[in-house]
Nanobody
């Protein structure tokens, strides 16, 4: 079992930056792939970024590539999402998730956090 708690969301102006954190409980964190997804009002949850167990392999949605960076610290059981050059269209609830490999579908992640709101004003 893995429990996930996100933090770091908030209100930021377009062009600004935020860093989201996701703290995990459980001894299996360091063996799991971790992903970030987001869901805007009226839209489906969509893939943002993912990393493998070591952080040595990552994947990004085209919409965030070059602006967002996923990283992890297995000693702290934490995964991060550094978000730069934020745009109003990045506004959403951001969720972290734990799974077994780097995949872009929600079905690949059995464990989810409760989400943190990110709002980007124009």
């Amino acid at each position: 079992q893995v429990q996930l708690v996100e933090s770091g969301g908030g209100l930021v102006q377009a062009g600004g930056s935020l860093r989201l954190s996701c703290a995990a409980s459980g001894r299996t964190f360091s063996t799991r792939a971790m992903g970030w997804f987001r869901q805007a009002p009226g839209k489906e949850r969509e893939f943002v970024a993912a990393t493998n167990w070591s952080g040595g392999s990552t994947d990004y949605a085209d919409s965030v590539k070059g602006r967002f960076t996923i990283s992890r610290d297995n000693a702290k059981n934490t995964v991060y999402l550094q978000m730069n050059s934020l745009k109003p269209e990045d506004t959403a609830v951001y969720y972290c998730a734990a799974g077994f490999g780097i995949v872009r579908t929600t079905r690949g992640y059995p464990y989810w956090g409760q989400g943190t709101q990110v709002t980007v004003s124009s």
